[in-house]
């Protein structure tokens, strides 16, 4: 994830770097992770995140809940 936060702030509107920090940041399962990452992107993009970028997101945070939900109810039984 290192190497992708520093990619970010070479070349910002590089997209591959864009998603695969994105990734590296849902790796773990941690959705405050996520989430940080996601506004360091935007602040690099000055706010100005396209729909699809936008989507990815969602999606990441959407599928890191599920399986921390799914883990979690796991653990209680």
Do not use: K
């Not at 702030?9 to 940041?25: F, I, S, T, W």
């Not at 602040?43 to 729909?51: K, N, P, Q, R, V």
């Amino acid at each position: 994830m290192v190497l992708y936060g520093q990619l970010l702030g070479e070349v910002p509107h590089d997209r591959r770097v864009q998603e695969g920090l994105l990734l590296a940041a849902r790796g773990p399962g941690d959705c405050t992770q996520l989430s940080q990452v996601w506004q360091q992107v935007r602040a690099y993009l000055d706010g100005e995140t396209d729909i699809e970028l936008h989507s990815m997101y969602e999606r990441l945070m959407s599928e890191t809940r599920a399986v921390g939900a799914a883990v979690g109810g796991r653990i209680g039984r």
